[in-house]
């Protein structure tokens, strides 16, 4: 029988991997993003590995300004919100990122957006992860959700 080998292999959690995917955006390793947010280097070793998701507001204020993006982002993502199995369907050139998508799009029959014809997707248009409502910004490769605008 095997133990837990937390070590051994990174969990990934949706707010780790955001935290990474930022940090890296960045540009910042995980001391220069743990000196810069004021938070233990433990810290973000513990989140982006998935050794925890829980985060103190603190934290949340420390981490948001070190990665500049909204507070509310990061804890719409560690709270987990539209992660999952069900990820809502959007229109790329009408959504606005990280606003609540129009409840029409996600009809179970729509498949193309009513005001702009656009087919609808519930996945990164890069990578095909799970669409996170709550960010601007895809949490797996980190492309921005906004599609430039013609
Ligand atoms: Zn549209
Ligand atoms: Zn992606």
Redesign the pocket.
């Known amino acids: 029988m095997e133990l837990l080998s937390t070590t051994a292999k990174r969990q990934r959690t949706p707010i780790g991997d955001y935290v990474r995917t930022r940090r890296e955006a960045l540009q910042l390793t995980q001391r220069e993003l743990s000196s810069r947010a004021g938070v233990g280097g433990a810290t973000v070793y513990r989140l982006e590995n998935g050794v925890t998701d829980r985060l103190s507001a603190k934290t949340v204020t420390r981490l948001s300004a070190a990665l500049n993006v909204d507070e509310s982002e990061i804890r719409a993502v560690s709270a987990g919100q539209q992660l999952g199995a069900v990820a809502p369907k959007i229109c790329f050139p009408c959504w606005e990122p990280g606003s609540v998508p129009d409840q029409i799009w996600n009809h179970p029959l729509a498949r193309n957006c009513y005001r702009c014809g656009s087919e609808l997707s519930p996945?990164?248009?890069?990578?095909?992860?799970p669409i996170l409502i709550s960010a601007r910004?895809?949490?797996?490769?980190?492309?921005p959700y906004r599609a430039s605008r013609n």
């Open positions: 996945k990164c248009k890069d990578c095909g992860y910004f895809c949490p797996n490769c980190g492309k």
